[in-house]
């Protein structure tokens, strides 16, 4: 992962890393002021947008932040994977690989369980693209990340309460299958078959994909790349496939993979989700997005921490495809108030004591046995810093936080069940503490790759301390048990 800014400016960065050309917003026929618009339209129903990034006719013509984000910073991707998973079935069909009508069960005749419910091997790739296994509900990636045996096995036993091939249930567990497919018929992880095929030709660097338990990548999830990776997938299918001149895509397949299959009610076309007046979107939870509006030639990124992405849906359609006027005359005025707008977005929140810190030496605490199975924290003050030491059953973890301002580092604090199932190692963060009155402690924990902000609050009496840690988006529990520590003597 590429450092942070040392200064942890509010500064705009620079965004020449992904080889896209900039454009002011009007001179691509876009109306400025209705982008102003959409953004305090989201600001005011209290959602929390990251970023966007517009791209049209070639050109970048509207970028913003909220600090600490950026458009070059990776991003846990979350289901944007899905869609990148759906380039490569589009690939494996043209090359020859596999058919959109080859049964599931032909692929891992050795992965079968005993008894076969009679209607599994008339399940087919295109059923698992299209989302109609059979199953009956989603099986998450924060549902496979804490399965430790074989995911094919584990897909097998998902019981069908329907007909593959009826009824629409998303489920990330096809995705899955869609990934160990193309490792099946190529020899490799879905991630090195694409990247020669698609993310080279498309800039796309510094990408990371993970690898399940069978050595394959979970095509659902996983990915962790810049938003405008997902802003130049976007840009891909909008151009029919073509980059730069040269044909990643068939036409074909990326007319089918973005128009509605399975039936005259579908939403949901080859891994993408078909949106209104022929638009269609990559997206994963907590508002990670990519919407293509082919018709006018434009793609839109957005990354945030949401906890669904109904909630910005309204905001997007009420102002897009609105904004694309097709004007050809200059705006300079509007132009200027959209980056100011855009600017306002890098202001770095402040962090203030209401009291001087009531006590500066190192203090340790014991905790009884609890349910997150934490033994031991240590606090350290140094000048204006403070590191805290947690120790539980999986070892001892570290995190640095500024005391009075803002700290850049990585960590591995535990915490996957307020963080959609993820379990951070050298986990990139910017940290910062500061004393609420004479007895609380508020810390912040900005998880810079991802939608997750962590809130800590501890509560100091004179012989013990109460730990609360909350998130402030998650698939599941939003808080941790409160937990009670002593003391320790010395």
């Not at 600001?43 to 458009?71: Q, T």
């Not at 269609?280 to 990354?303: D, K, S």
Request: glycine residues 8%; charged residues 20%.
């Amino acid at each position: 992962m590429p450092a942070l800014p040392s200064s942890l400016s509010a500064a705009p960065l620079s965004t020449a890393h992904d080889g896209l050309l900039r454009a002011a917003a009007s001179e691509t026929g876009i109306d400025p002021d209705r982008i102003v618009a959409f953004l305090d339209d989201v600001d005011n129903a209290g959602l929390d947008l990251h970023g966007m990034i517009l791209h049209r006719h070639g050109k970048v013509v509207a970028e913003g932040w909220k600090w600490p984000y950026a458009s070059e910073r990776p991003r846990i991707l979350h289901s944007v994977a899905k869609s990148f998973t759906a380039c490569a079935i589009g690939l494996a069909v043209d090359e020859g690989l596999l058919r959109l009508s080859d049964t599931v069960i032909s692929f891992f005749p050795q992965h079968l369980p005993a008894h076969i419910d009679p209607r599994l091997p008339s399940m087919t790739v295109e059923h698992l693209l299209t989302m109609r296994t059979g199953h009956q509900a989603n099986t998450s990636g924060s549902v496979w990340r804490g399965i430790d045996s074989s995911w094919i096995t584990e897909f097998f036993k998902i019981p069908l309460v329907h007909e593959p091939g009826g009824q629409y249930v998303y489920t990330s567990a096809a995705s899955y299958m869609l990934s160990a497919i193309v490792t099946q018929v190529t020899g490799q992880t879905m991630h090195e078959y694409l990247r020669p095929r698609l993310f080279e030709p498309l800039g796309i660097t510094d990408e990371h994909w993970a690898i399940g338990p069978d050595g394959i990548n979970p095509g659902g999830n996983g990915l962790t790349a810049t938003p405008a990776s997902m802003l130049k997938l976007g840009i891909l299918h909008a151009q029919d496939g073509i980059w730069e001149g040269q044909r990643i895509l068939s036409s074909e397949w990326v007319q089918a993979a973005t128009r509605p299959q399975g039936g005259p009610d579908s939403k949901y076309g080859y891994h993408w989700a078909i949106k209104p007046q022929g638009a269609y979107c990559a997206v994963g939870v907590f508002v990670q997005m990519a919407i293509v509006f082919p018709a006018f030639g434009a793609t839109l990124a957005l990354v945030g921490a949401m906890k669904n992405s109904a909630h910005i849906i309204p905001h997007i359609e009420r102002h897009f495809p609105a904004a694309f006027l097709d004007s050809t005359e200059p705006a300079d005025d509007a132009d200027k108030r959209l980056l100011q707008r855009l600017s306002a977005m890098r202001e770095v929140p402040t962090l203030e004591s209401a009291t001087t810190a009531p006590f500066t030496t190192p203090v340790t605490f014991d905790f009884q046995d609890n349910e997150l199975g934490v033994t031991r924290l240590s606090f350290a003050f140094e000048a204006d810093t403070l590191t805290i030491d947690l120790t539980d059953g999986t070892g001892a973890h570290r995190i640095v936080s500024g005391l009075n301002r803002w700290h850049q580092g990585t960590t591995d604090m535990p915490g996957s069940e307020l963080h959609h199932g993820y379990t951070f190692k050298d986990e990139a963060v910017i940290a910062g503490a500061r004393w609420l009155d004479q007895r609380t402690l508020e810390m912040q924990w900005i998880y810079v790759a991802s939608a997750f902000r962590d809130t800590i609050r501890c509560t100091f009496t004179e012989d013990g301390v109460t730990w609360e840690r909350s998130v402030n988006v998650n698939s599941g529990a939003l808080a941790h048990p409160a937990l009670q520590g002593r003391r320790r003597k010395t």
